[in-house]
């Protein structure tokens, strides 16, 4: 399995040649609560480090996705129009978002590794 | 900031369950509990889990946070009647009633449930972010002779569900003989409480009075009941809006008054001649001319929710009104909303936009209950 790296705002990525799949960690599933809503982001649109660019509903809330890195969308999961809980149920694996092409590694490489995460989710309950 | 935070008799408890707490109208309360154990078999924990057990079975809420008071002395009834709408007067002993403080301009204070307990004694039960105020208000307005007694030292629990009263009959024989509305001092497994038939939820249900000091005896007592499981306010909130009952400060508040909010119901036919009720040339000039804009269920085409905010326009974009409650309804398997829309546009079916996120996307106005209530007949 490729290695995972996170951003700040609880999405992960992994890299598979300039290809980057996207979701959010379990972290982020545990604190939304169970999902009831999923909005992905066009295929084909180009996406800056950043942007917005999917939303996550649960019963009480709605968040952002924000891109961890700048690419072109090929591809969106389906499942998760159909079956949001996919989300909660397996959120680094069945449960990913999109897939951004053209992914530079500098800019991947750049993000928290699992480590790092730990330690900055360890930094963000105090 | 959670020092500031006032706490209900059940902090303890809730913590030792797995809630997660968060500030609600100056409390600490559960939205949601992560369930272990026993519980966890029962119930999975999360807003949609605690939701569906309510729906199935039976739900403990902890709403202590609210207000509750007595009203005592002669014409304790009558001297009610000054603040708000409902036939105060004519609630009997042993019954409740659900009515509305409104203001000089017909807005609303608050909503409130009133309870006969016979011998010139009315119980109230106010919301949590307008007791202060709802109690210096109705203190200042009553007659020598008539007091407010504000208990502070007092628990509310609600057990809610098809499966509540067959729960409560458990431990306090004789309960599910009661009916809808219905108010009685009864021992709960040898403690003394105020129950009445009611709820928040549009299941069948119980809300119970408790002291402080044995709320949570209590509210152990019931958990151990193999039908009931812990509910928070995050299912709470679901729930009512399936019910199609308003939540103050979103719902109705005092810019809103009881004919566009769809509650004329609340003031009773003696009030309507009578008109002698904070505001009631205003809202008897409502009535007359008809509201201007009416509180309606909206249910979305698809799949997305629409939030407290969200504008709704008509099929040209012109703003039509506002979502005052929105997001999902477990039960319904679906988004659905509940908000103000020009009164011309309030009838059901009638498609709506709302605009989520910069796009409209299809609703229609839809009847409320979205879900059918279950009250005991």
Request: hydrophobic share 45%; glycine share 10%.
């Amino acid at each position: 399995m490729s290695e995972i790296r996170y951003t700040k705002d609880h999405e992960w990525v992994r890299l598979e040649g300039d290809v980057a799949t996207v979701g959010i960690s379990n972290h982020a599933q545990e604190a939304l609560g169970d999902v009831v809503f999923v909005e992905l982001p066009e295929p084909g649109r180009a996406v800056e480090e950043g942007e917005a660019c999917a939303v996550v509903e649960s019963v009480k809330a709605a968040s952002d996705i924000y891109a961890p890195v700048a690419g072109k969308v090929i591809e969106v999961n389906h499942t998760l129009v159909d079956e949001p809980g996919t989300v909660n149920a397996d959120p680094t694996e069945a449960g990913w978002f999109f897939k951004l092409s053209g992914v530079e590694f500098e800019s991947f490489a750049a993000l928290m590794d699992e480590d790092e995460y730990a330690e900055f989710l360890e930094s963000e309950a105090e | 900031m959670s020092d500031t935070l006032k706490t209900t008799p059940l902090d303890g408890l809730h913590r030792a369950l797995g809630a997660r707490m968060v500030p609600f109208a100056g409390y600490a309360m559960p939205v949601q509990y992560d369930l272990t154990g026993e519980l966890a078999a029962r119930c999975r924990g999360g807003v949609l889990a605690e939701h569906l057990h309510c729906r199935a079975k039976a739900a403990l809420f902890d709403v202590s946070h609210m207000g509750q008071a007595l009203l005592a002395g002669p014409g304790a009834a009558a001297a009610l009647e000054s603040l708000v709408p409902g036939d105060i007067a004519g609630l009997k002993p042993g019954r409740q009633r659900y009515t509305l403080l409104t203001s000089e301009a017909g807005g609303i204070l608050d909503d409130l449930m009133v309870a006969n307990l016979g011998d010139d004694h009315l119980a109230l039960v106010v919301n949590a972010a307008c007791k202060d105020a709802d109690f210096a208000h109705i203190a200042a307005s009553m007659p020598a002779g008539v007091r407010l007694m504000v208990q502070p030292d007092r628990g509310l629990l609600a057990l809610q569900g098809p499966m509540a009263a067959a729960v409560l009959a458990r431990l306090s024989p004789g309960v599910d003989k009661m009916s809808f509305m219905a108010v009685a001092s009864v021992p709960v497994a040898g403690i003394e409480c105020l129950i009445s038939r009611s709820g928040y939820t549009g299941e069948d249900g119980y809300e119970i009075s408790v002291s402080a000091r044995q709320t949570e005896d209590l509210a152990r007592l019931l958990l151990a009941e193999p039908e009931v499981a812990p509910a928070g306010l995050g299912a709470r909130d679901s729930l009512r809006l399936e019910a199609g009952l308003c939540l103050y400060g979103h719902d109705i508040d005092t810019t809103t008054n009881p004919v566009e909010a769809a509650l004329t119901w609340t003031i009773s036919k003696r009030r309507k001649m009578e008109w002698n009720f904070p505001g009631a040339a205003a809202i008897r000039a409502a009535l007359h001319d008809g509201p201007a804009r009416l509180r309606v269920g909206i249910l979305p085409d698809g799949r997305a929710p629409a939030r407290e905010g969200t504008e709704i326009v008509d099929a040209a974009g012109a703003m039509i009104g506002h979502v005052t409650s929105g997001g999902f309804g477990p039960s319904l398997n679906a988004p659905l909303a509940m908000g103000y829309v020009r009164a011309d546009l309030a009838a059901d079916g009638t498609p709506v936009f709302l605009m989520v996120r910069g796009k409209p996307l299809p609703a229609r106005v839809a009847p409320m209950p979205f879900v059918p209530h279950n009250y005991v007949r």
